[in-house]
């Protein structure tokens, strides 16, 4: 079984779980959730811009899992942000996936009215449609700001989180303020150098597991919550099997000094992708 990690607010969110991004096929999807729930995963993390909300709920219609055993997380995508323009998307996102409430909601970006989405989305906890909100890609400035604008400070940041961005002041800086750091991309998405670093396969050879093995359970004992992506049963069955063995301290050391804080997307912090953000608000998003 998945341990859980309690939230600021009280409520558990499962440490592993089960990511749907690029899996944009109707049937795919579907098939792909119901088998990551068959598989043990009670985590389901999809997002309002994959455009597969509705692959999901369909799975969540099918499954024999029961409802109350499983935590759904959407995000909002940034032309839905705003006063009533927020509430509105997690209504339509609601409806997309068939459920009556959401286990977390977060805000996908940290441009244009994030102000105004996040007062949306206080306001739907408070009407009983989200249990838990936080936001993703935010860096520790914006999260100071928002947390004092703001009632409810966010449950859950979700990052980009993995052996060659280790993000350590983010983490210390959440841990601090009982946030959550959840991972994505947290093999390092297509950077095959991560799984071929000699003391990550010295360490995997010594467990007896994979490369990918052992950096998942070193973000968990970091104390992050994963959410791998795998289309095939063996992966998703693979990804599980992180939680019957430890790293040591000197192990975990290893694993640290690796850090090289660098970015799957070297230009996600500049200001030509600030730009690319704004463009995409201004697209909107038909779905």
């Avoid at 089960?18 to 990551?36: M, P, S, W, Y």
């Avoid at 032309?79 to 339509?92: E, H, L, M, R, Y």
Wanted: charged share 20%; proline share 4%; with cysteine.
């Amino acid at each position: 079984m998945i341990p859980t990690i309690q939230l600021n607010n009280g409520q558990k969110i499962p440490q592993e779980g089960f990511g749907t991004f690029q899996i944009t096929d109707f049937e795919t999807c579907k098939t792909a959730v119901l088998n990551a729930l068959n598989a043990g995963y009670r985590l389901i993390d999809t997002a309002q811009v994959y455009r597969n909300e509705r692959a999901v709920g369909a799975a969540l219609q099918e499954t024999t899992v029961p409802r109350a055993d499983i935590f759904v997380t959407t995000k909002v995508w940034l032309p839905f942000f705003g006063d009533k323009i927020t509430a509105q998307s997690v209504d339509n996102s609601l409806q997309r996936l068939g459920l009556d409430y959401l286990d977390l909601v977060l805000l996908h970006e940290p441009y244009g009215d994030y102000y105004g989405a996040y007062r949306d989305l206080e306001k739907l906890v408070a009407a009983g449609k989200v249990k838990s909100i936080g936001v993703s890609n935010f860096d520790a400035g914006q999260l100071l700001d928002l947390s004092h604008q703001m009632k409810i400070t966010p449950a859950v940041n979700q990052v980009e989180l993995n052996l060659y961005q280790q993000q350590t002041a983010l983490r210390k800086f959440q841990n601090e303020r009982g946030i959550v750091t959840e991972a994505w991309a947290p093999l390092g998405e297509t950077s095959g150098a991560i799984l071929q670093e000699p003391a990550v396969l010295q360490i995997a050879e010594r467990y007896h597991k994979t490369s990918a093995q052992v950096l998942l359970r070193y973000l968990v004992q970091l104390g992050a919550v994963i959410i791998p992506k795998a289309a095939q049963c063996q992966h998703m069955q693979a990804n599980l099997e992180i939680w019957d063995f430890n790293l040591t301290p000197k192990e975990m050391n290893q694993l640290a000094n690796l850090n090289k804080n660098n970015w799957l997307s070297p230009n996600r912090h500049s200001l030509c992708a600030t730009q690319h953000y704004m463009d995409l608000i201004d697209e909107g998003l038909d779905y």
